[in-house]
């Protein structure tokens, strides 16, 4: 006989809670969890609905989907986190994608985010910029957090600025903003 039983899943984790006002959905709760393997369809679901201007913004490139290997490395706790969100309005659908990895410069983690077409504008990237930064600098290794971000995403730009971003490194329609000083370099 086997004996052998597989442990229950362990139930993703809620980091935290932001209640939104939806023009459609009215009040709604989106929970933003730690992403785990099993997320990635849901998470191309929400590539492909999404449109190509924001995939543009996000990925600098008409990217459709992510490949398992790259998701893969993307959940590996040992790179950084991701985090997936969804609402109470949609709990099957993932709403919002953010992630804070290891760039290969020591110290330094790379932020990049996206949220669904139809919940843009309503505060949830703000709340996933701010929650991946206190990741940020609860990390000991983490002396810094870039984002490459295109010098048009008025959105973008406005969560970095509020954040205290610094930004540098011009090049053609992209600029690096750069969040530090929480630990000496
Ligand atoms: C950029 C992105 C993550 C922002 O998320 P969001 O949920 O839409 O952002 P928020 O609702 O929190 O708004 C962010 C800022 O934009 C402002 N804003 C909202 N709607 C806006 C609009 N239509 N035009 C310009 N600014 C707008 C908000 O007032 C806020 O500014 P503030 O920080 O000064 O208050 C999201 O739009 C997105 O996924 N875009 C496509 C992918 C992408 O660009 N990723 C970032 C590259 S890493």
Not at 77 to 85: D, L
Not at 153 to 178: E, K, P, W
Request: hydrophobic residues 40%; charged residues 20%.
């Amino acid at each position: 006989m086997n004996l052998h039983v597989a442990p229950p899943p362990t139930p993703p984790e809620t980091t935290i809670v932001v209640p939104l006002r939806h023009p459609d959905h009215g009040s709604v709760v989106a929970a933003i969890r730690t992403a785990v393997l099993a997320d990635l369809p849901a998470v191309n679901r929400l590539h492909h609905r999404s449109a190509l201007a924001s995939r543009t913004a996000r990925y600098f490139s008409p990217r459709r989907e992510l490949r398992e290997i790259e998701w893969r490395r993307q959940v590996n706790a040992r790179r950084g986190r991701t985090w997936v969100t969804s609402t109470s309005a949609a709990p099957d659908d993932v709403l919002g994608v953010v992630q804070l990895l290891r760039t290969e410069h020591e110290g330094e983690y790379d932020l990049g985010l996206m949220v669904d077409d139809s919940w843009q504008g309503l505060g949830l990237g703000t709340a996933l910029t701010v929650m991946a930064i206190e990741e940020g600098r609860n990390r000991p290794d983490c002396r810094s957090i870039t984002a490459l971000t295109g010098t048009g995403n008025a959105r973008m730009l406005s969560i970095l600025r509020g954040l205290g971003a610094r930004f540098h490194d011009q090049q053609g329609n992209t600029i690096t903003a750069t969040i530090t000083g929480w630990r000496s370099a």
